[in-house]
């Protein structure tokens, strides 16, 4: 049987507003929380005097196995619908959400938000809805969740579906494309199956949404891009860069650079999965080996493209950047280390040009004296040392980046354009 496409979802929203809970009942619910668990959890509810067995309580026991560092397939957060197998991502406010993102580790392919009805749109709310843009995840589902709390009032869904819509329009979503569902992660309603509870809801159930989701597209039209993850000498091949391909082809025998070093050969032969194969498309993890490229030509954070269309190496660049936390102000002068693709590089920050409303992108102030947390900003930047980078409107997968000082993810951003090192 061929493979389902696959899916990685972020679920986003507010602390509390039963993330974890819907994670939970979806995994039940579509047969991901493997059956001798079930069983295991019947039986030890039943022998605690549980007569009824309850969501609730496989949601504790799995939370419990969690807690005492038993692995079990939870953990994996795997779960399948009739058309997509589904990994759900880290979510923001996890650490190193943001970073994961960015680099490509998580790159999630949609998100669903979850929206507690009795709350409506809160502070982290916003902060996810807003990074999701800047992340550059397309597909977004709503859930307003807890409707049990709220008495299933159609009224209070049609308001939280009216502020919510007016968010994701501030940050140039399109509203009414977005699908809405009231929901009860708690109790089930309308998570695979239509509730009776909501008799004045006719539209899909959230898994429902989910079977419609568009595949992600494979960005194989786009220039080739491979960012080196590391580079191995191998006896009788010599040098095998390791990466995965982001955009378009590798074909053997192509004529291939890498950058910033510059140095350019002939791919001789291309592995994956420990087989030989005679091109390479994007999401491949690849090892590849370059006739005349010498261990020293290729290290981790280089990027392999096309050696007529090479990848751009940045003398200075321009980012839009939104500054998620920091203890103090951000000013001119700045250099923290700058995380875009497989590279970690120290870059300073020449000019800050504009400070930008974060939640519809107009110009509130032209060259501020500084930006802090909750800021949005148009800056220059500059890396202290050879940098590949791309324009995110040309190479999407190759322009965007988190900013990281002192341990923590201060800023996201991406690259609006690129002045190239000659
Ligand atoms: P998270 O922080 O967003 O992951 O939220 P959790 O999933 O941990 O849920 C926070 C609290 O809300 C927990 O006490 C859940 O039991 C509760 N909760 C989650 N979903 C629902 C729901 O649909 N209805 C009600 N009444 N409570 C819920």
């Not at 779960?79 to 197998?85: L, V």
């Not at 009805?117 to 982290?124: H, L, Y």
């Not at 982001?246 to 140095?263: D, H, L, R, Y």
């Not at 936390?325 to 590279?343: D, E, K, L, M, R």
Request: proline content about 6%; glycine content about 8%.
């Amino acid at each position: 049987m061929a493979e389902k496409p696959h899916m990685n979802l972020a679920v986003i929203g507010h602390v509390d507003h039963g993330k974890s809970t819907f994670v939970g009942r979806l995994m039940f619910e579509t047969g991901a929380v493997p059956a001798h668990l079930i069983e295991k959890y019947r039986a030890e509810a039943k022998e605690k005097g549980k007569e009824s067995f309850a969501f609730a309580w496989v949601m504790d026991s799995l939370k419990e196995e969690r807690e005492r560092g038993v692995t079990i397939d939870i953990s994996h957060k795997r779960f399948d619908t009739d058309k997509f197998y589904f990994t759900v991502v880290d979510c923001p406010g996890h650490r190193d959400f943001v970073k994961n993102m960015i680099t490509g580790a998580s790159q999630a392919d949609a998100a669903v938000l979850v929206v507690a009805a009795p709350d409506g749109v809160m502070a982290q709310t916003k902060e996810h809805v807003f990074l999701s843009r800047t992340l550059g995840i397309n597909q977004l589902i709503v859930a307003v969740n807890k409707m049990d709390a709220a008495e299933y009032s159609e009224d209070r869904y049609n308001e939280v579906k009216n502020e919510v819509s007016q968010l994701l329009g501030m940050v140039g979503f399109k509203a009414d494309e977005v699908p809405f569902v009231p929901t009860s992660a708690f109790e089930g309603d309308n998570i695979t199956e239509s509730s009776s509870n909501t008799p004045w809801y006719t539209g899909p159930s959230l898994l429902d949404c989910l079977n419609d989701l568009k595949t992600p597209e494979k960005p194989d039209t786009l220039p080739l891009r491979i960012p080196v993850q590391d580079a191995y000498t191998i006896s009788g091949i010599g040098t095998v860069p390791v990466g995965r391909v982001e955009t378009g082809i590798m074909k053997k025998g192509q004529k291939v650079a890498f950058m910033p070093s510059g140095a350019t050969g002939e791919v001789k032969s291309i592995e994956m999965h420990h087989e030989e194969v005679d091109q390479a498309v994007p999401g491949d993890n690849i090892g590849w080996n370059v006739r005349g490229i010498g261990k020293n030509d290729v290290r981790r954070g280089d990027v392999c493209g096309p050696a007529e269309k090479p990848p751009s190496v940045a003398e200075e660049f321009t980012g839009q950047i939104v500054v998620l936390q920091h203890p103090s102000a951000i000013t001119v002068g700045y250099t923290p280390v700058f995380h875009c693709h497989t590279t970690q590089t120290a870059c300073t920050l020449m000019s800050i040009d504009k400070k930008l409303d974060p939640k519809t992108g107009q110009v509130k102030e032209e060259n501020p004296t500084f930006i802090k947390a909750g800021d949005a900003a148009i800056v220059t930047i500059r890396p202290t040392r050879p940098m590949c980078i791309e324009p995110v409107k040309e190479i999407p997968q190759l322009g965007r980046f988190a900013i990281r000082d002192m341990g923590m993810t201060i800023a996201a951003g991406m690259c609006m354009s690129v002045k190239d090192k000659q």
